[in-house]
Each structure stands twice: as C-alpha cells, then as structure tokens.
C-alpha cells in the first residue's frame, strides 16, 4: 500500500498538499483533523457519523467518487452552504482512486 496525494484548502483558503495513507481507512475528515488543518472542535463533531456536516467540504477536482448515501445527502439537505459539489468529508474514504483528489472545507456554519 502506498500514500496518495490530496489537496485540502482550509477556512482561510490556504492550500495543503497532504499525504494521504490508503491502508488505513481513514476518510478526509479525519485526514483533515490529523494534519490539524481546521481548528480543534470545528469539524467531525459528531465523530464521523453523517450527523453534523462540520465536515462538509466542497470537491473542486473531477474524481468519480462513490454516491451519496441517504443518510449524507439527508444531512446536506439540512446543512448551511451546499453547494452542487458539497460532500461530508467523513464519508470520503481514502483510496487510491482518489490521488490528486482536491477539496475545500466549508465555511464553519454560523
């Protein structure tokens, strides 16, 4: 197994190229947290669960991405600023497939 790479543009629209490791399971909220990349308690509050969208991040790159489940897109129907390419980050997971994926976070929501 191998990392990837993934850009992340953070709240303050600073890009960060990451590494991304593809044996884990880990998803893009929680590559997100460990890289320390949004401030502590703004995103994955609810730990992952589709239930807060702290997460929502919005999918700049052209990556065919597995669909929305119902329980993400019940979640983005209730979230603040959804756009057409808004996911919950929490619900990415990270797989090869996804090398050069770029994603911005959402604004935190008011």
């Given at each position: 197994?191998?990392?990837?790479?993934?850009?992340?543009?953070?709240?303050?629209?600073?890009?960060?190229?990451?590494?991304?490791?593809?044996?884990?399971?880990m998803?893009?909220?929680?590559?997100?947290?460990?890289?320390?990349?949004?401030?502590?308690?703004?995103?994955?509050?609810?730990?992952?669960?589709?239930?807060?969208?702290?997460?929502?991040?919005?999918?700049?790159?052209?990556?065919?991405?597995?669909?929305?489940?119902?329980?993400?897109?019940?979640?983005?129907?209730?979230?603040?600023?959804?756009?057409?390419?808004?996911?919950?980050?929490?619900?990415?997971?990270?797989?090869?497939d996804?090398?050069?994926?770029?994603?911005?976070?959402?604004?935190?929501?008011?």
């Open positions: 197994m191998s990392d990837i790479k993934i850009k992340i543009t953070d709240r303050e629209g600073t890009v960060h190229e990451v590494d991304a490791p593809t044996d884990m399971n998803n893009i909220m929680e590559l997100t947290r460990a890289y320390e990349l949004a401030p502590e308690g703004t995103i994955g509050i609810c730990g992952g669960m589709a239930m807060c969208a702290s997460c929502q991040c919005y999918v700049i790159s052209e990556h065919n991405l597995p669909e929305k489940s119902d329980d993400e897109e019940a979640m983005l129907s209730e979230a603040f600023n959804v756009k057409d390419n808004s996911r919950l980050g929490c619900q990415l997971h990270i797989s090869e996804m090398n050069g994926l770029e994603v911005e976070l959402a604004p935190e929501e008011d």
